[in-house]
Structures are given as C-alpha cells and as structure tokens.
C-alpha cells in the first residue's frame, strides 16, 4: 500500500511511521511526504530515510479549494493509496475529505471524543481528567471527528504541566500510529457504518 504523509512541523510521529514501514515485511510503503510549511522539520527527517518530499505553503493558494486541489493531484500522482496526516495543521475542505474518504486516517492526542480541538493538554489538567491518551481515527469533514482505529491511555500524574503530560501522550503516540497503521495495511481494520471493526485474526 502506497502511503502519503501530510506533515505541518516536528515531525516525530513521521519518524514513527518511517520506521514502521521499514520493518522487514511491512505491506506499505511511504511513497511522499508532503509538508504545508516550508521549514517543517520533519521535512530533514523524511529526506535522511530518503522519501520524496514535497512542500506545498498554503500561502501561496488563494483559497482552501485551490490548495486542496494542489494536494489532491500530488498525492495522486504519487499513487497514494492512504493519507496519514502526522501534526497537520490545516483543515481541509469537505470536498477534498470526501475525495479520501476512508482513506485518511489522523492522530489526535487525546481521547476522542473528549478535548477536540486545540490545546488539548491544558483542556484535560483544566478538566481535572486523571487519564488522557491518543487517538488514530479515519478523517471525516467535522475536526477531529471520524471512526475510531485505535486509541491509547496514558495518565495525568500528580504536578503534570501541558508539557509534561504532552511529552508523555507524545511517547503513546508514537507507538499508536504505527500499530493503527500496521491494521490498516495488512486489512484488519476496515470502517463499517460510521465505526471500524477490527479483525484480531483469533489473536
Ligand atoms: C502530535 O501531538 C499529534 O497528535 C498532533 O500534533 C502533534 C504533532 O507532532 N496532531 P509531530 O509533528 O508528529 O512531532
């Protein structure tokens, strides 16, 4: 399976999932990493594994219709089969989403449907929750919406700041996506109605 990866900054759950298709017998394959912000720089990172980037700077479109357009023909010519959206920060027109539909999956670092959006961590301490974690869900039009892959808890320790808490969702994070992935590529994970139902295989 061709993957493309839509990236905004850091990097790190691109690395993940680098790392994870390299893996001896891995059915998918990163065949473009595409960045909307010119010095992101998990950019670097993909280029060292030595994927094919791509920046497209959002800047640069004059509307969400053209940019998604731009986006749409370059993972295409790519033979992308499914999107990974890894710190993607635009949001995308429902056209384009339609397009992908069952076909994008993104990771949210809390546990969807709780603290969509931004700021999630301070939200959670705000909140007064004692567990957070990470969410790997297919893309639907609402943010942060879609059926659930897969989902990780991680606790609020006594003395967390956003910071802390964000470094310790981070670490789950980058286990999740890569085992959500792995579902998705070797077909075990599939979307029925609005939910996926995932074959375990008699594991
Ligand atoms: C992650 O926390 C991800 O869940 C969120 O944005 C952050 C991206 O980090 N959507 P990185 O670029 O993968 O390091």
Not at 29 to 46: F, K, T
Not at 67 to 94: H, P, S, W, Y
């Amino acid at each position: 399976m061709r993957i493309g990866i839509l990236i905004s900054g850091r990097g790190s759950n691109l690395k993940a999932l680098i790392d994870t298709c390299a893996e001896p017998g891995f059915r998918g394959r990163i065949a473009l990493v595409i960045s909307n912000r010119p010095g992101a720089p998990g950019l670097a990172i993909a280029e060292a594994a030595g994927i094919p980037t791509l920046v497209i700077d959002h800047k640069e479109y004059a509307s969400r219709t053209t940019f998604d357009a731009e986006l749409d023909q370059a993972l295409r010519k790519a033979g992308v089969e499914l999107i990974c959206n890894a710190g993607f920060m635009r949001i995308l027109t429902d056209e384009f989403v339609e397009k992908w539909r069952d076909r994008q999956i993104n990771i949210h670092p809390s546990i969807l449907p709780a603290f969509k959006g931004m700021h999630v961590h301070q939200r959670a301490l705000d909140a007064g929750v004692k567990i957070t974690g990470c969410t790997v869900h297919f893309v639907r039009a609402e943010m942060d919406e879609g059926p659930i892959v897969a989902q990780a808890a991680v606790p609020v320790l006594p003395g967390d700041t956003a910071e802390t808490l964000a470094a310790r969702v981070l670490e789950a994070e980058h286990k999740l996506y890569p085992l959500a992935l792995r579902l998705i590529v070797d077909g075990r994970a599939r979307v029925a109605g609005e939910q996926v139902v995932i074959d375990y295989d008699g594991e």
